[in-house]
């Protein structure tokens, strides 16, 4: 390699002639990409060139299989799990852990890149309400069915670990997965509700839908979505809740009311809740009037269950997923829990989904970490590689430690979650599942959003560039904070530092 060594000199306006020559023997010695080089019995007469453009460009950092590569989750496993369960199960995770790395991630990517769009009206001005989503977002859903994404727990092929066998792959799966994650987790949640429900006995609806929700048949799998939040609020359920329920006399409802923050809009069911009218047209106030309905999207003729999608949410983040204000004009619903008792039913519900919240934010702070640890073998500054700056390594085993931690606080929810669900928890389990779920949420929520701000300094201007998929770990982190409710972080918040 030959390489242009030029010797500082002073110029003068007499011998700019020489310096100009000079300059252009040194431009052709210099070492540049082949289509940068133009040839010399050419280039005086053609009036157009490849631009030079230098010789250097930094390579891009590396995701590699999340499993293999990630020998804290693989000590975890070793450490918690029989031995007969994880030998079962390794190849499983070995290979699921080079899928998020390839063609996942390519489908999470083809989400971001296309949002979804809605069609309110036809050319005809006729209204369809049509949300359109990418492939990507479509193949994804696939994936989760042949996956077992919310199978797993609930097949139970492995007793009590199963959830954490659940929460493996979910950890590995949310930051590739084009915020596929939110349907799956409302999913999950559906399934626990229908599972615990003294109504599903009496509804084969449920029944039907518990089928659907836990299939691995990518053509029988649904998703369900969670419409909660109204004008009002949406923790405040008890005060924000306007949706009013008018008894059929076929022992179904028919739903009205505007709910403001629908995700997963394009679920194939969903739980929400509202309140009774009572003959002479009445409703209770507060929490005690407040009850949980069970909803399919569409009819059996495939048009919308009587749904207005007003538009589609512009947000900060979570940009992949269809997030709608939604208007109910006479949805025909089925009552899931006993009147009155909505609010009890649908917290099985929130335990999944604040679970799934957890593991969400420890999948986005390793995924950031991974990046982060591979660039720094490839990038150098001031004569060195990044890993061999102590003060940069400094910062990456600090955020490195919160990883470790957000992770295992998640997984202890995860194998409580599990002998719940098998019924083997104990008194004092189960309360400690009540307690440190919300607040696992609370704090994974919070370190999500540090960890992956910082991170993205790591990678300098590059980390600030939409074209490398990293700002958008970032933006979707946000959301997870925003879902933990007010009252909980006035109340959580004090006691976590003073810890």
């Known amino acids: 390699m030959i390489r242009a060594k030029i010797t500082p000199k002073k110029f003068f306006p007499n011998n700019l002639i020489a310096w ?54 693989q000590s975890y496993l070793k450490r918690v799990l029989p031995y007969e369960v994880l030998q079962e199960i390794f190849p499983d995770l070995q290979h699921f852990g080079h899928r998020v790395a390839t063609d996942i991630y390519s489908m999470g990517r083809e989400c971001e890149l296309q949002p979804p769009k809605l069609e309110q009206f036809d050319a005809w001005g006729k209204r369809v309400d049509n949300i359109q989503t990418c492939q990507g977002w479509r193949q994804l859903h696939d994936v989760s069915a042949e996956e077992g ?9 492995y007793g009590q670990w199963s959830r954490i066998y659940q929460a493996a792959k979910l950890f590995m799966f949310s930051p590739s997965s084009g915020l596929y994650s939110c349907p799956l987790a409302m999913t999950d949640g559906a399934a626990k509700s229908i599972e615990l429900s003294n109504m599903t006995e009496k509804l084969s609806v449920l029944k039907d839908a518990y089928s659907h929700l836990t299939s691995r048949d990518p053509k ?67 929490t005690k009037g407040i009850t949980m309905f069970y909803m399919q999207t569409h009819n059996e003729d495939g048009k919308l269950n009587n749904i207005e999608v007003q538009r589609l949410k512009n947000k900060l983040g979570t940009r992949q997923l ?77 955020i490195e430690v919160e990883t470790r931690a957000a992770f295992l606080l998640s997984m202890e929810v995860a194998r409580l979650l599990g002998k719940q669900d098998c019924n083997e928890a104990s008194d004092v389990e189960t309360q400690l599942l009540r307690l ?64």
Request: include cysteine; hydrophobic fraction near 35%; proline fraction near 4%.
């Open 20 to 73: 100009k020559s000079t300059l252009r023997s040194a431009e052709k010695s210099l070492d540049l990409d082949n289509r940068d080089m133009l040839d010399s019995s050419v280039a005086g007469d053609t009036k157009f060139a490849a631009s030079k453009r230098g010789s250097f460009f930094q390579e891009a950092p590396r995701l590699g299989n999340q499993f293999s590569g990630d020998l804290f989750l």
């Open 149 to 157: 994404l919310i199978s797993i727990p609930y097949e139970r092929k």
């Open 220 to 286: 029988k799998f649904w998703t369900s979505g969670q419409w909660m939040t109204e004008r009002k609020g949406g923790s405040d359920v008890a005060n924000g809740t306007e949706t009013i329920a008018v008894p059929q006399d076929d022992d179904t409802y028919r739903l009205y009311g505007y709910k403001w923050f629908s995700s997963a809009t394009d679920a194939d069911m969903t739980l929400t809740l509202g309140r009774v009218q009572n003959p002479d047209g009445s409703t209770v106030p507060g």
């Open 322 to 398: 269809p997030t709608a204000e939604l208007l109910l004009h006479g949805s025909q619903a089925y009552k899931m829990s006993d009147e009155g008792r909505g609010v009890p039913c649908i917290s099985d519900m929130l335990t999944i989904t604040r679970f799934h919240n957890s593991i969400v934010a420890a999948g986005v702070m390793r995924r950031i970490m991974s990046l982060a640890q591979d660039y720094c073998l490839r990038r150098s500054v001031f004569g060195k590689l990044l890993v061999e700056h102590p003060l940069h390594m400094q910062t990456l085993a600090k």
């Open 436 to 499: 440190l779920t919300p607040i696992t949420k609370l704090y994974t929520a919070k370190q999500a959003m540090q960890v992956t701000s910082e991170g993205l300094e790591s990678f300098g201007g590059q980390g600030y560039i939409e074209d490398t998929g990293l700002p958008g770990l970032m933006r979707d982190a946000q959301v997870l904070w925003l879902f933990v409710s007010i009252s909980l972080k006035k109340k959580m918040i004090p006691i976590l530092l003073t810890c």
